[in-house]
Each structure stands twice: as C-alpha cells, then as structure tokens.
C-alpha cells in the first residue's frame, strides 16, 4: 500500500513539475514573440526610411536587404546591403556621407551594430 502511495505522490510532483516548467516556457516564448514583433516593426520603419532617402537622392528602386544576428542574448546585430549601380561609381567620401544619413537614431539605439554595404 506504501509503495502504490509513494508511486501517486511521484507521479503528482513529476506531472507538477512539468505543468510550472510548461508555464515558464510558454512565458518565454511570449516574450521572444513580442521581441520579434517590436523589432519588425523597427525594421520596417527604418526600411521605408532608407528607400525614402535613397529615392530622394535619386537613387530610384534600389534594393534593400536588411539581415541581423545576435550572439549570446545580446541586442541584435544588422547588415543593410543596399543594391544600386549608382551608387557605387560615387567616391568613398560621398558613400560616407550616404551611410551616415541612412544611419537612424532610433534604430541604432536598439541595435548592437549596423554596417552599411553598398553592392
């Protein structure tokens, strides 16, 4: 009868258990959700921004491609390839000027890197 007993309470602190490990996954998941969601929209805006600038410029329909990494749990880390042969005949100094432009303060301040490559 002891053991039967011992078995039940094992099982009720095993199936516990999961049901608290489940509940704080399911938080964390919640939370990287929103993350993402916050960081779309930062993207998008600085996106639209950039295309905005680049057009103002005259550099019409270039492409833009933005990619990021993280290491470590740290803020994310972004590459912008912005694609336009214009813009790669200008001089060093003039791509500089671009690059410091586009760079957006609200969306440098979220990030750990940006780096601007002009292809």
Not at 56 to 68: A, F, I, L, Q
Request: with cysteine; charged share 35%; net charge negative.
């Amino acid at each position: 009868m002891n053991r039967g007993l011992s078995m039940i309470t094992a099982f009720l602190v095993l199936a516990a258990a999961l049901c608290v490990g489940g509940t704080v996954m399911s938080k964390e998941r919640n939370d990287y959700t929103q993350e993402n969601e916050r960081y779309a929209l930062l993207e998008n805006a600085f996106t639209e921004r950039t295309r905005e600038i680049l057009e103002e410029r005259g550099y019409r329909n270039s492409g833009v491609t933005v990619t990021w990494t993280r290491e470590n749990g740290n803020a994310r880390s972004y590459r912008v390839e912005i694609h336009h042969r214009g813009i790669e005949r200008l001089a060093d100094d003039e791509r500089e000027r671009l690059t410091e432009e586009l760079h957006c303060e609200e969306f440098c301040r979220e990030t750990e890197e940006l780096f601007i490559v002009y292809i």
